[in-house]
């Protein structure tokens, strides 16, 4: 079952400018996660944010989390070709321990 | 650095064959994962491991088993490989509840 849906589910950007995109999920959560997967390669752990924190900060990448709207964003700032990729958020529910839910990803193209 | 590493980055079967995918972790993580991926899909986990011996269903078991004699090493069967089997692969491994390692994946073609 796909927990978390991203929005858009492709962004195309000019090297420079921000890339924004958003996550929404359906139950209750315990953290929500954020992947970035080069084409034909496994994912890398981006952020954490937990369910009690509302913003985190890491480098170029802000994400926030408002449970009460079941969503999240992350936004890459002075976007670089070299963030071209696919970005997924995960969460981790409550009760579950180990497992995540993956959404269906966003594929970001950033051109020079 | 965390490492983990799959057997195969592409691997051609054909339909009816037993396919053995490996997944090797070498930072004493307790849980290991198999996921596969499809366009449009996203990942879909088909079984978790969360010790030794010890394995739980994911969303897509059908069609697939799982192997962990060994904390390191999880390991992904099917018994009898079908074209709708076509996928990606992906393993990954956790230390508690939080952020996965993944490995590079493996490309699995069933003709």
């Known amino acids: 079952s796909q927990q978390g849906e991203e929005d858009p589910q492709a962004l195309s950007i000019q090297e420079g400018e921000n890339a924004t995109m958003n996550c929404s999920y359906k139950t209750s959560i315990n953290n929500l996660q954020w992947y970035r997967q080069n084409s034909g390669r496994g994912l890398v752990h981006l952020i954490l944010?937990?369910?009690?924190?509302r913003e985190k900060h890491s480098g170029r990448l802000r994400v926030t989390l408002d449970t009460s709207k079941k969503s999240s964003s992350l936004l890459i700032t002075a976007s670089r070709a070299a963030d071209t990729a696919s970005y997924f958020c995960a969460t981790g529910s409550a009760g579950t321990a180990s497992k995540l839910t993956f959404g269906t990803g966003t594929r970001l193209q950033v051109t020079l | 650095d965390v490492k983990v590493t799959q057997s195969s980055r592409y691997l051609v079967k054909r339909t009816g064959e037993k396919v053995f995918l490996e997944c090797v972790q070498d930072?004493?993580?307790?849980?290991m994962f198999w996921y596969r991926q499809d366009p449009g899909l996203g990942l879909r986990l088909i079984y978790f491991?969360?010790?030794?011996?010890?394995?739980e269903k994911g969303d897509i078991p059908e069609g697939y088993s799982v192997s962990r004699e060994k904390k390191e090493r999880f390991s992904l069967i099917l018994e009898s490989a079908s074209t709708n089997q076509t996928s990606m692969y992906l393993c990954a491994s956790s230390r508690g509840g939080e952020t996965q390692y993944f490995g590079p994946g493996t490309r699995l073609l069933v003709l």
């Open positions: 930072m004493d993580h307790e849980n």
């Open positions: 491991s969360y010790d030794v011996k010890m394995k």
């Open positions: 944010i937990r369910s009690n924190e």
